[in-house]
């Protein structure tokens, strides 16, 4: 596999370009494209979820604001150009500063959180030959980087000056790390599977064998792990317990208005797209067309004409299918879940996931040696 980063290298090292040019035209090229990709997905996402919401609650959601010759009203359309006037707003506020703030650490707690969701997407293919850079340990890559997001959660809430802010982030931060077990432990098992950890080598896999998620009974209860801990990951409701707006008002992030406050919103909603991008990858056979699920040797029903809905443009709409099919399941848990109290929260991670989770790695092992 092939990155974004070498193609360009090899593109424009026969342009006439000095070095320092031609360094800026690649790092600039991947890095405005996977700021585009972050912006849009967070305005898109906002509106679905005010829409998916106000159907599940049977209420007419944002319906006033149009655009392009979308007008509002009670079509799923209505309110399109809702989001976009939000972040227009956003940027226009004033960003305030408390007093008895830690200015400079409030400045820089929102951009370490993007930072850490930025670089992420360095390793993550989004098809067989669109990946940004090709790391022979992406799963380790992005469970590293996915972590640094902690720090400045823990950052914002301190340097906020405020005890509701300081509890939402130690909340957060007991949180994050302790469901990062379970989560890695869920992809570790795919990693002694397949015997890699780069992501396009375990695609492969999938394509040589079948998808991890009916690969075994083991499988499957790890991609069941691996997406509840990435909800906890993301405080996502039922776990949205640092964010309780019935008791923090809105956790670490109460201080914060105006532009800082939608680089949170951006990060939020770009660590939900990774948390689904790698459950598709790992799990449900990345850019690999659903109709080979069921082109196993004991079945072969499938005709070899309809494989033509494979190839590298295919592949990236499969892989975005699958990465928001699984978003959607995670605005559907929020309106369908209560949200779980401090000490539920961490014993399902501690004294159930955990132990799955460890349990799942050995017996997948002898799994593997008997089959």
């Known amino acids: 596999m092939t990155s974004i980063v070498d193609n360009l290298l090899i593109a424009f090292s026969e342009l006439p370009f000095n070095f320092s040019l031609l360094f800026i035209l690649v790092v600039l090229i991947p890095g405005i494209s996977i700021f585009l990709l972050m912006t849009i997905n967070a305005m898109v996402a906002v509106y679905m979820e005010r829409k998916v919401s106000a159907f ?11 655009i392009f010759g979308f007008k509002g009203g009670k079509k799923f359309w209505g309110g399109i150009g809702q989001t976009i006037a939000d972040g227009i707003k956003l940027l226009s506020k004033e960003d305030i500063i408390p007093n008895d703030a830690d200015k400079l650490m409030m400045v820089v707690a929102p951009f370490i959180i993007f930072t850490g969701a930025f670089l992420t997407f360095i390793g993550l293919p989004f098809s067989e030959h669109l990946v940004v850079s090709n790391f022979n340990i992406g799963i380790f890559y992005i469970i590293a980087m996915s972590s640094v997001g902690v720090i400045g959660i823990i950052l914002a809430g301190w340097s906020s000056n405020n005890k509701w802010s300081l509890y939402g982030a130690m909340r957060s931060a007991a949180q994050i790390i302790s469901y990062e077990i379970p989560l890695s432990l869920s992809l570790l098992l795919v990693v002694l599977v397949s015997g890699s950890l780069g992501m396009g080598e375990i695609v492969q896999w999938q394509a040589d064998h079948r998808w991890f998620i009916i690969h ?36 670490w992030m109460t201080e914060f208005s105006g532009f800082r406050w939608g680089l949170f919103f951006i990060s939020e909603y770009a660590n939900m797209l990774i948390v689904a991008f790698v459950a598709s990858i790992v799990f449900l056979g990345g850019w690999l ?22 190839g590298p443009i295919w592949g990236i709409f499969w892989l975005f299918a699958k990465a928001i099919s699984l978003i959607f399941a995670m605005m559907w848990f929020r309106w369908t879940f209560p949200r779980l109290r401090v000490d539920q929260l961490m014993y399902l991670c501690w004294k159930v996931f955990i132990p799955f989770a460890l349990a799942n790695v050995i017996l997948v092992s002898i799994w593997e040696l008997i089959f």
Do not use: C
């Open 216 to 251: 075994s009974p083991f499988t499957l209860i790890a991609f069941g792990i691996y997406f509840i801990s990435g909800l906890a990951e993301t405080n996502r409701t039922p776990f949205d317990v640092p964010e309780a707006e019935s008791e923090l008002v809105a956790g």
């Open 56 to 66: 599940m609650q049977d209420r007419l959601g944002p319906m006033e604001v149009g």
């Open 289 to 310: 067309s659903p109709f080979q699920i069921l082109n196993l040797p004991f079945i072969d029903i499938i005709p070899v004409s309809w494989l033509l809905f494979d």
